[in-house]
């Protein structure tokens, strides 16, 4: 599925993912620096009625907003590093794990061992971001 969004109709992009995702699924954003990866976990967040601000955990590696709703970034880990940490348990949570900068070892693993997993690629696109969801 294709979506292009400016950022005032984000509300269309979370409104498509609840109604293609599951309630439990981690989520692999996929896009450069500054694509919207945050923004959508914001747009996300704040249709799920969550208050405060809603940051990128560049580095603490994880926020939980409120219940069900949880945010990585793994910029700076690989595989082995993740699993060592001990952060795959987390996704034993329910809710959705937006996951930023995950790579496909993860990706492979996560589907391998049954998890409902899903991966959003955004793209600049004339104004717009592009968002191409694989579910």
């Not at 926020?63 to 990585?72: A, M, Q, S």
């Not at 998890?115 to 579910?135: F, H, L, Q, S, W």
């Amino acid at each position: 599925m294709e979506i292009t969004a400016s950022l005032q109709e984000l509300d269309k992009v979370v409104s498509s993912l609840n109604g293609v995702l599951p309630e439990n699924a981690i989520v692999f954003l996929r896009g450069d620096l500054a694509a919207g990866k945050t923004t959508l976990t914001q747009a996300i967040a704040k249709a799920r009625g969550v208050e405060g601000e809603v940051t990128s955990p560049t580095f603490s590696l994880q926020h939980c907003y409120g219940e069900g709703l949880y945010h990585y970034d793994l910029y700076r880990l690989d595989h082995e590093e993740f699993m060592q940490m001990g952060l795959f348990e987390e996704f034993e949570k329910p809710g959705w794990h937006m996951v930023e900068w995950g790579g496909d070892a993860l990706k492979t693993f996560l589907e391998g061992v049954g998890y409902n997993v899903a991966m959003i690629e955004i793209e600049p696109c004339d104004g717009k971001r592009k968002y191409t969801i694989e579910y």
